[in-house]
């Protein structure tokens, strides 16, 4: 239940991202403001959060991008410290066996030297490999028809994301920040900003700011602004399984040409991959199409790695990616007219890797004015205002 009939920032969602952000706001010198964290489904069981994959990369083509992932890698490797050097806070190992994107075509090939350079540029160890190079280091691979790839090995793979968003949660309570089970169903404004919510419930919340941290339902949250944000659900199916055969070595986070990606998982092994027609879905569609792993998956696994072709599925499951259809990347920051709603929203399944960084940015932006650490103004809800891209080629 709300403790106060007001606050100085309400975030609707609770789930990484709004977790994030109320940490981080506690741990930001000069913010010393009252938060409320609105979340209409304290299980998370159908967040976007609870079913990620849990993977870092620093293989994007935008700096900024590469940037927002280099602090992801230096704040999962010192989790600890950051959360205050508490003892029961654990360590976040970092398993990097790195990504593999695989090109099949000299245009592919071209983008990902292109991109190489730029992340060297900025500090990331990432390579570029010949076919010969990748047969050499990873031999399970048949590479029919691939013409070379870019790998790293240094502070890209898989981390424990759970556990990094059960300490966000934990330490905001700790420090203040109230949790309210309930749904926001409408915004009460003036000519220019939101001056509170309306639950569910019947309660009514007066804020100073609005956060919208609602997922794959930014855009119903958005429209009770009169916003149209262009970010929809839509479904990503992931599948675990067994091999008869194990790989001698880690499986590094390959993503095949055909858009199958794969991985290794501890014991077992991952994979996943949007379906071929990818629409827009319900807030509350979480169908399977089971035809999928024999259709498309299975085949594409036993291909590239024939070790695989005698395999047993263990679990499955799908999730929605916050997408945005606009450029699939992060909306972030102020409405340029509604001053004290602020996005946070349409990470297309890079959320959790960029959470660290993009908390910590709006953080800044509601305690100062402005981002301080890192300049996050190239995601603000302008570019869709003015139809102006903002350019990732490294999209999974």
Same mark, same amino acid.
């Given at each position: 239940?709300?403790?106060?009939?007001?606050?100085?920032?309400?975030?609707?969602?609770?789930?990484?991202?709004?977790?994030?952000?109320?940490?981080?706001?506690?741990?930001?010198?000069?913010?010393?403001?009252?938060?409320?964290?609105?979340?209409?489904?304290?299980?998370?069981?159908?967040?976007?959060?609870?079913?990620?994959?849990?993977?870092?990369?620093?293989?994007?083509?935008?700096?900024?991008?590469?940037?927002?992932?280099?602090?992801?890698?230096?704040?999962?490797?010192?989790?600890?410290?950051?959360?205050?050097?508490?003892?029961?806070?654990?360590?976040?190992?970092?398993?990097?066996?790195?990504?593999?994107?695989?090109?099949?075509?000299?245009?592919?090939?071209?983008?990902?030297?292109?991109?190489?350079?730029?992340?060297?540029?900025?500090?990331?160890?990432?390579?570029?490999?010949?076919?010969?190079?990748?047969?050499?280091?990873?031999?399970?691979?048949? /590479?029919?028809?691939?013409?070379? =790839?870019? *790998?790293?090995?240094? !502070?890209?793979? #898989?981390?424990?994301? +759970?556990?990094?968003? @059960?300490?966000?949660?934990?330490?905001?309570?700790?420090?203040?920040?109230?949790?309210?089970?309930?749904?926001?169903?409408?915004?009460?404004?003036?000519?220019?900003?939101?001056?509170?919510?309306?639950?569910?419930?019947?309660?009514?919340?007066?804020?100073?700011?609005?956060?919208?941290?609602?997922?794959?339902?930014?855009?119903?949250?958005?429209?009770?602004?009169?916003?149209?944000?262009?970010?929809?659900?839509?479904?990503?199916?992931?599948?675990?399984?067994?091999?008869?055969?194990?790989?001698?070595?880690?499986?590094? /986070?390959?993503?095949?040409?055909? =858009?199958? *990606?794969?991985?290794? !998982?501890?014991? #077992?092994?991952?994979? +996943?991959?949007?379906? @071929?027609?990818?629409?827009?879905?319900?807030?509350?569609?979480?169908?399977?199409?089971?035809?999928?792993?024999?259709?498309?998956?299975?085949?594409?696994?036993?291909?590239?790695?024939?070790?695989?072709?005698?395999?047993?599925?263990?679990?499955?499951?799908?999730?929605?990616?916050?997408?945005?259809?606009?450029?699939?990347?992060?909306?972030?920051?102020?409405?340029?007219?509604?001053?004290?709603?602020?996005?946070?929203?349409?990470?297309?399944?890079?959320?959790?890797?960029?959470?660290?960084?993009?908390?910590?940015?709006?953080?800044?932006?509601?305690?100062? =004015?402005?981002?301080?650490?890192? !300049?996050?103004?190239?995601?603000?809800?302008?570019?869709?205002?003015?139809?102006?891209?903002?350019?990732?080629?490294?999209?999974?």
């Amino acid at each position: 239940m709300p403790t106060t009939p007001s606050y100085d920032v309400v975030i609707i969602g609770g789930a990484i991202y709004g977790s994030a952000l109320a940490w981080w706001l506690t741990n930001t010198p000069g913010f010393d403001g009252s938060i409320a964290v609105i979340e209409r489904d304290p299980t998370y069981a159908y967040a976007s959060t609870s079913h990620t994959n849990s993977c870092i990369r620093q293989q994007f083509s935008n700096p900024t991008n590469i940037q927002i992932s280099q602090f992801g890698a230096e704040f999962i490797k010192n989790f600890r410290a950051f959360m205050g050097g508490d003892p029961e806070v654990p360590h976040l190992p970092l398993q990097s066996y790195g990504y593999m994107y695989l090109a099949d075509t000299d245009g592919f090939a071209r983008t990902l030297q292109e991109s190489q350079k730029i992340q060297a540029k900025l500090g990331a160890h990432t390579r570029y490999m010949t076919r010969e190079e990748i047969a050499a280091a990873y031999p399970f691979y048949n /590479l029919d028809g691939i013409i070379g =790839g870019n *790998h790293n090995l240094v !502070d890209e793979g #898989y981390f424990d994301g +759970g556990t990094m968003f @059960d300490w966000f949660k934990r330490m905001a309570r700790r420090n203040g920040v109230t949790y309210v089970h309930d749904e926001v169903v409408g915004l009460t404004a003036s000519s220019s900003a939101i001056d509170g919510v309306t639950l569910k419930s019947g309660d009514t919340l007066t804020c100073g700011t609005l956060v919208n941290a609602s997922g794959p339902r930014a855009a119903a949250t958005a429209a009770m602004a009169g916003i149209d944000l262009p970010v929809r659900p839509r479904k990503r199916y992931t599948f675990i399984f067994d091999a008869a055969q194990p790989l001698d070595r880690d499986l590094p /986070l390959t993503i095949d040409p055909s =858009g199958v *990606h794969m991985r290794t !998982d501890g014991q #077992y092994y991952l994979a +996943g991959c949007p379906p @071929d027609d990818d629409p827009d879905v319900d807030y509350d569609d979480f169908g399977f199409d089971h035809s999928l792993w024999e259709n498309k998956v299975w085949p594409v696994l036993a291909t590239r790695v024939p070790a695989f072709e005698q395999i047993k599925l263990i679990n499955e499951w799908v999730g929605h990616y916050a997408f945005n259809t606009f450029d699939q990347n992060a909306v972030v920051g102020r409405h340029p007219e509604i001053a004290n709603f602020i996005f946070l929203n349409g990470f297309s399944g890079h959320g959790l890797q960029q959470s660290p960084a993009i908390a910590r940015g709006v953080a800044e932006l509601i305690t100062h =004015g402005a981002y301080r650490s890192l !300049d996050l103004s190239p995601f603000g809800f302008e570019r869709v205002v003015s139809n102006t891209k903002f350019v990732e080629k490294a999209v999974i």
